[in-house]
């Protein structure tokens, strides 16, 4: 599967963006997918992950009540909906999906297959 992340931007405090991770090449639907970010210097860290097929959601402790992964099998998309932004959201956000379910998802060398990252800035 071939993956392509879209829908960052420049946004302020406070507001939302809509991520979304199309699919080509295979169906998402059959993956598990996640989402992580990254900043200059830093590792890619874990933001959110769907597992498959029983559709479990896990997101990361600093995310969690304002970010929620979700999906449209008829687009063959992933989405991230983020809600009130912080200026430490700021970062590259990538997709990812991987067959086989892992219980150490959380770590970013476990997920096989990558899209390009798309960059959100929440700047006042």
């Known amino acids: 599967v071939q993956l392509q992340a879209s829908g960052g931007g420049v946004v302020q405090p406070g507001a939302s963006l809509k991520l979304t991770c199309a699919a080509s090449?295979?169906?998402?639907?059959?993956?598990?997918v996640a989402w992580f970010r990254q900043t200059p210097g830093k590792e890619r860290e874990f933001v959110a992950a769907?597992?498959?097929?029983?559709?479990?959601?896990y997101y990361s402790d600093s995310v969690k009540g304002r970010f929620t992964i979700s999906s449209d099998n008829a687009r063959n998309s992933e989405y991230l909906q983020m809600n009130s932004l912080k200026p430490e959201d700021t970062a590259v956000y990538f997709c990812?999906?991987?067959?086989?379910?892992?219980?150490?998802?959380?770590?970013?060398?476990?997920?096989?297959?990558w899209g390009q990252g798309t960059l959100v800035t929440v700047s006042s």
């Open positions: 769907k597992r498959r097929p029983n559709g479990a959601t």
């Open positions: 090449q295979g169906t998402l639907s059959q993956y598990n």
């Open positions: 990812a999906t991987r067959a086989v379910w892992n219980v150490q998802y959380y770590y970013a060398q476990w997920w096989t297959a």
